[in-house]
């Protein structure tokens, strides 16, 4: 049985390689891992990519992102090596994974009743996801986030 998209990021996220290639396509690309990680959940299940309306997806994240998950993010990185200031940090990152988890409970719902087939599309669901949010990173670095969901689901 398929995971649901919270126990498939979980599982994608732990999976050797896949973080690295997240934080790149985050930081270098302006991407939203939530995003890239559901477009990974929808093409393990074999979703079409044209089921999805990822620009409407992408601008319901993009609120919540903007106000609240970035500036954790940042306050939590400003933070780093800070002397006295380590309790405080874990504590920011904390919050700032609470945001990520609920804001991921909120594209669950959105996401999970879109009907599947026994063909993954990782690559496509992530080339639509990526054009949903105007970006268009290194062909190389989805092809391997491609593969690395391929490697988990073997």
């Known amino acids: 049985m398929m995971d649901d998209l919270?126990?498939?990021a979980a599982r994608l996220y732990r999976h050797e390689g896949v973080e690295p290639v997240l934080l790149t396509l985050q930081d270098e690309a302006g991407l939203d891992v939530l995003?890239?990680?559901s477009a990974c959940w929808l093409g393990a299940r074999g979703v079409a990519?044209?089921?999805v309306d990822w620009v409407a997806l992408?601008?319901?994240c993009q609120p919540w992102r903007q106000v609240l998950i970035e500036p954790l993010r940042q306050l939590r990185r400003r933070l780093k090596g800070e002397s006295g200031a380590e309790l405080l940090r874990a504590q920011v990152k904390a919050c700032e994974l609470e945001a990520e988890?609920?804001?991921l409970r909120r594209l669950a719902f959105c996401l999970e009743?879109?009907?599947g087939a026994d063909n993954p599309c990782w690559l496509a669901q992530l080339h639509a996801c990526c054009q949903a949010q105007g970006a268009q990173p290194g062909q190389a670095r989805l092809r391997r986030l491609a593969e690395l969901c391929r490697e988990l689901s073997d």
């Open 58 to 60: 992408a601008g319901r």
């Open 49 to 51: 990519p044209a089921a």
């Open 35 to 37: 995003l890239l990680l």
């Open 101 to 103: 988890w609920l804001q």
């Open 113 to 115: 009743g879109l009907p």
């Open 6 to 8: 919270q126990g498939y």
